[in-house]
Nanobody, 124 residues
Framework: QVQLVESGGGLVEAGGSLSLSCAAS????????MGWFRQAPGKERAFVAA????????KYADSVKGRFTISRDNARNRVYLQMNSLKPEDTAVYYC?????????????????WGQGTQVTVSS
């Protein structure tokens, strides 16, 4: 079992930046792919970004490429999402997730563990 706790959400104006953090605890010795997803009101949960255990491979949704950066610190059992040039359409609850896999997958059903989510609101 892995427990995930997100932090860093909040309210920011369009064009601003936020940095999200996800702290993992429990069975952290397993080499999980870590991902970020988001869910806006009335919409399905959507893939944002993911990173392999080594950090050598990342993947981003087209809507965030060039604006968001995912990274991880395995020594601290943390994964981060740096969000720049935020837009109102980035407003959502952001979730951290872990997948016991070597490959980056973009479907939420493939991820085994989830955090409780953190709200990000971007005002226009």
């Amino acid at each position: 079992q892995v427990q995930l706790v997100e932090s860093g959400g909040g309210l920011v104006e369009a064009g601003g930046s936020l940095s999200l953090s996800c702290a993992a605890s429990g069975r952290t010795s397993t080499r999980y792919v870590m991902g970020w997803f988001r869910q806006a009101p009335g919409k399905e949960r959507a893939f944002v970004a993911a990173i392999t255990w080594s950090g050598s491979s990342t993947k981003y949704a087209d809507s965030v490429k060039g604006r968001f950066t995912i990274s991880r610190d395995n020594a601290r059992n943390r994964v981060y999402l740096q969000m720049n040039s935020l837009k109102p359409e980035d407003t959502a609850v952001y979730y951290c997730a872990a997948d016991n896999s070597d490959l980056i997958l973009v479907r939420s059903v493939n991820y085994d563990y989830w955090g409780q989510g953190t709200q990000v609101t971007v005002s226009s």
